[in-house]
């Protein structure tokens, strides 16, 4: 055998073994993807957080150790709480439902809209089939994501293991990724570049600000007396992404239930609430300042990601969805360069 026929079959022999060793690894950590995603989603995040500690504590151990302590306190035990109470307040629904409540609460809003919103000729709102649609989705999905207690724990305590590694040893990893990546390293730091960006903008942004309008949402519903918080909470996270509606889809038919239920300050204590906290604070304050750092990207595109994420993995794709849609991004962004050798933005 020629010298060069040699050195092509040992090429293609090692990629072939590269390729199936990959796809075996895939399939053995594939169980355990929510905890990769979480680890590479919390180590992107709040990497200025580690590095602002770092350069205070100087080890790079002690400010990951840090920067996981925070994520578990801030951020992970208060998504589970928030979690486990609305898969009970889900269940409750369902089972209110069951018992037949549902007419009573479809005849209380319909006979309020026939009365004082008459002119408009408004059909039957068909609540029954409306909300038990939502019940029986979130039952379904978040049920086996909480249903086992002892891999609830066992993903969040390998989601903060690799992101502590991650933290600590993220420049090796990248240094390992660029230089076995057939790309100049050149390019490959503008994708890492553009990646980090993206994610900010998706996920560090865009969700984040979304969770903020499902907590702000759960308050006010507590404050004011509707049942059943935390589930209306959650709902509002979905439609916070939705543009120019957002948590409105939530908020309205809320106030309308005061209204209807006569509980007249209620209704008007909730409608200054919304006005003030969700559109004064977060969408003219907040996020601005949480989404001034990264890529702008349409709101729409996030609300496909997530609601496309979470069809095709289940519930854990409201995370994965927007990383797909953030490698994308970064890629578009970078491909004038690549492909051109046009100068683009930083």
């Known amino acids: 055998m020629e010298p060069n026929v040699s050195k092509q079959f040992e090429n293609y022999f090692l990629f072939v073994l590269l390729i199936l060793a990959g796809f075996t690894v895939a399939y053995i950590f594939y169980p355990y993807l929510a905890a990769i995603v979480f680890a590479i ?69 319909n006979n309020f809209l026939s009365q004082n919103l008459s002119g408009l000729n408004l059909p039957p709102v068909d609540i029954t089939s409306y909300l038990s649609s939502i019940l029986n989705w979130m039952v379904q999905n978040l049920w086996p994501f909480v249903g086992g207690i002892a891999r609830f724990v066992l993903m969040g305590f390998l989601s903060l293991l690799g992101m502590f590694y991650l933290l600590k040893d993220g420049g090796d990893f990248k240094k390992k990724i660029l230089s076995i990546i057939p790309v100049e390293q050149e390019y490959s730091n503008k994708i890492f570049d553009r990646m980090e960006r993206a994610i900010y903008s998706v996920i560090g942004g865009s969700i984040m600000v979304a969770f903020i309008h499902g907590i702000e949402v759960i308050a006010g519903f507590y404050i ?33 239930y005061l209204f209807a239920t006569h509980n007249i300050p209620a209704a008007i204590g909730l409608l200054i609430w919304w006005g003030i906290i969700s559109f004064g604070f977060v969408d003219n304050f907040l996020s601005p300042q949480i989404l001034h750092r990264g890529m702008k990207v349409h709101p729409f595109l996030i609300l496909l990601s997530v609601l496309g994420g979470i069809s095709v993995f289940g519930i854990i794709g409201f995370l994965i969805g927007p ?24």
């Open 323 to 346: 990383l797909v849609l953030a490698f994308f991004l970064a890629l578009v962004d970078i491909y004038p360069f690549f492909i051109y050798g046009k100068e683009i933005g930083k």
């Open 224 to 256: 004011f007396g509707i049942p059943n918080a935390a589930f209306w909470g959650s709902f509002a996270i979905i439609t916070a992404l939705i543009p120019t509606v957002g948590t409105s889809l939530v908020n309205i038919p809320a106030i309308i």
């Open 41 to 109: 989603t919390f180590a992107v995040i709040f990497s200025p957080l580690y590095r602002w500690l770092k350069k205070h504590f100087k080890k790079g151990w002690l400010a990951s150790l840090i920067s996981v302590l925070i994520v578990l306190i801030a951020v992970l035990l208060p998504i589970g709480f928030i979690i486990a109470n609305i898969l009970a307040q889900a269940m409750h629904l369902y089972s209110w439902f069951a018992s037949g409540n549902q007419i009573k609460l479809g005849d209380i809003v």
